[in-house]
């Protein structure tokens, strides 16, 4: 009994080894699609020929091979359940070893095993053993929409529908399109695995949909695309973040923009444009940042550590070929008021400037004086001057602080304060100011200038003094002879000297004396006589001021009587010149 259950196994195993199928395990097809499954076998030469008919067979695990109904098969007389009837066909040749399997509308039924069953002549009768795993899922595959370019308002454009298949064996769906785009003239569908519409866009049609259809026979499926056309930017946005980690906030209305100073800003700008803009911000008419060409459709500004020289006028601004568009904002960095100043002036004259705080200010009474104080700050700060707790002056915010006094008085003199106020705090300068009186002024110059004449007087007297020292101590120089007085002598002669006669005894031995002022000398007169008679005796120069003037000077002749003209050449009588009157 061994024996033959032995044979029998080996003849089966032979058998299987000249049995082979070759086909994937499994397939996957989506609901309504159709699916190709290629397949091939080999099988003996046993007991048929050439003509030999070779019929085959596909059946679901369920089915009995030999009773029951095929889902496919190439035999004529075989009929084939009712369900899988026109959707699963045998597309090989069994006589051929093909057995390849076209499965068209898949439905989720349809899901499950399958094997291959091959009949020819009388010996080949067999089922293989390599199982077909057919999975059916949900439809969701999609046809492609092609739009070639960008599209032009008014310029003729097409559109392409393509559905791709699995094989070309699978039928072609049905397309059709419709949307605001698509105009009577649109071209019909078409039975093949594409479409191609021609079309004529208008301005209007801006982002309207554009759906192709492809439709099977139990299932259809659609693709929809929105129409871009070429426009210049619009909707151009300026959105603000105050952290990196924050959302940006659409500033929609607003031009002007408050930060605190050393806070951190991040500026973003965004514009809807076909093709892309290039995006650019600029703080006046200086460039920031620039986005590249095409690229993405914001740019960010960002500005950490705001400082006062970051305010100003802040412009995005969004180009393509279309066109342009521009949005504005101002920043204003606010900061308290710094660096406060102060300029002096009195009448059209700026004496002081940058005056630091305690500086004391003298003034002479009566005199203008015009007080100027300016600061930095964000807002504008509030200045006025102060003296204690009266407000002399207070100026409109963003003006300087002016305090003016047309002539200084007594009463103006202490301590001025102008004190520079905003929202986000206050600084404040004192100055001094103190009155100087113009009598005392007079009267302290009148002292000084008497003491500077006395000073002046007695320096000149003690250099005189000390010049007569001097002359007393040179020895005697021998006497010069003077010249004769004689009758025909000016007036002019004698002016600034003044004589002094006095009589002694002539000592034996002693130098002969000059003669009297009257004496005649032979030799002087011969001297004095000219062509015609005496040259006149030249008058001396009068001394001149220093306004170039002639000054008179006075001086004093003293005679002492008259005298016998023999008497004057008395030997005993002689003449010293000893005191000089300056009048």
């Known amino acids: ?30 609901e309504g699609l159709c699916v190709f499954v290629p397949c091939s076998l080999t099988y003996p030469q046993d007991s048929w020929t050439s003509d030999t008919p070779a019929y085959g067979y596909w059946f679901r695990s369920e089915t009995h091979t030999i009773s029951g109904f095929p889902v496919a098969t ?74 070639p370019g960008m599209l032009e308002p008014g310029q003729p454009a097409n559109a392409v529908c393509v559905f791709k298949l699995t094989s070309e064996h699978c039928p072609a769906p049905t397309f ?14 078409l039975r093949s695995h594409f479409s191609v519409l021609s079309l004529t866009p208008r301005p209007q049609d801006q982002g309207t949909g554009l759906t192709c ?68 911000w600029l703080l006046g008419d200086r460039v920031l940042s620039r986005s590249l060409p095409s690229g993405p459709t914001s740019l960010a500004l960002e500005l950490p550590g705001l400082e006062p020289a970051d305010s100003g006028h802040y412009t995005c601004h969004a180009a393509n070929g279309r066109g342009s568009q521009n949005r504005s904002l101002d920043l204003a960095v606010q900061y308290p008021p710094e660096s406060l100043t102060v300029i002096v002036s009195q009448g059209n004259r700026t004496v002081l400037e940058n005056l ?43 003006e300087p602080g002016v305090l003016e006094l047309p002539r200084v008085q007594p009463e103006h003199e202490g301590a001025l304060t102008c004190l520079a106020q905003n929202p986000l705090g206050s600084l404040r300068v004192f100055l001094s ?87 005649h000398s032979p030799e002087p007169r011969r001297k004095q006589k000219g062509p015609h008679g005496p040259a006149p005796t030249a008058p001396p120069q009068a001394p001149r001021s220093e306004c170039g003037q002639e000054e008179l000077h006075y001086a004093a002749l003293s005679f002492p009587g ?9 030997a005993e009588t002689h003449v010293d010149y000893a005191e000089i009157k300056f009048h």
């Open 356 to 398: 630091g705080n305690g500086t004391a200010l003298p003034v002479l009474e009566g005199q203008s004086l015009r007080l100027v104080c300016s600061t930095h700050s964000q807002p504008p700060a509030q200045l006025s001057w102060a003296r204690g707790t009266q407000t002399l002056s207070r100026s409109q915010p963003s």
């Open 74 to 147: 190439n035999r004529p007389d075989r009929e084939v359940q009712a369900d899988t009837q026109g959707r699963f066909l045998l597309m090989g040749d069994p006589s051929q070893y093909n057995c390849s399997l076209l499965l068209r509308e898949a439905r989720r039924e349809d899901s499950g095993w399958y094997l291959f069953r091959l009949e020819r002549g009388p010996q080949v009768k067999y089922n293989f053993k390599q199982w077909l795993y057919l999975d059916v899922a949900a439809l969701t595959q999609k046809p492609d929409i092609f739009i």
């Open 176 to 189: 059709s399109w419709t949307g605001a785009a698509v105009s009577a003239h649109a071209t019909q569908p």
């Open 433 to 519: 100011l103190s009155v100087q009186y113009e009598g005392l002024a007079s009267v302290a110059f009148s002292k000084g200038v008497y003491l500077g004449i006395g000073v002046t007087t007695l320096l000149f007297l003690c250099l005189i003094l000390i010049i007569v020292k001097m002359l007393r101590k040179k020895p005697a120089q021998p006497a010069v002879p003077r010249a004769k007085v004689s009758r025909s002598s000016t007036i002019l002669d004698y002016i600034n000297v003044v004589p002094k006669v006095r009589t002694q005894k002539a000592k034996p031995g002693s130098p002969s004396q000059p003669a009297a002022p009257g004496a």
């Open 213 to 280: 259809h492809a439709d099977f026979a139990a299932k259809s499926t659609q693709e929809t695309v929105h129409l871009r056309l070429a426009y210049a930017p619009k909707d151009l946005v300026i959105s603000v973040s105050w952290d990196k980690a924050s959302a940006p906030e659409p500033l929609a209305g607003v031009r002007l923009l408050e930060a605190p100073k050393g806070r951190s800003l991040r500026l973003l700008c965004a514009a809807d444009s076909q093709p892309p803009a290039t995006l650019t």
């Open 1 to 30: 009994m061994l024996l033959p259950l032995l044979l029998s196994l080996l003849s089966e195993g032979t058998r299987a080894q000249e049995y082979r199928l070759q086909a994937a395990s499994s397939v996957m097809v989506q």
């Open 562 to 570: 008259p005298r016998p003209w023999a008497a004057s050449t008395s």
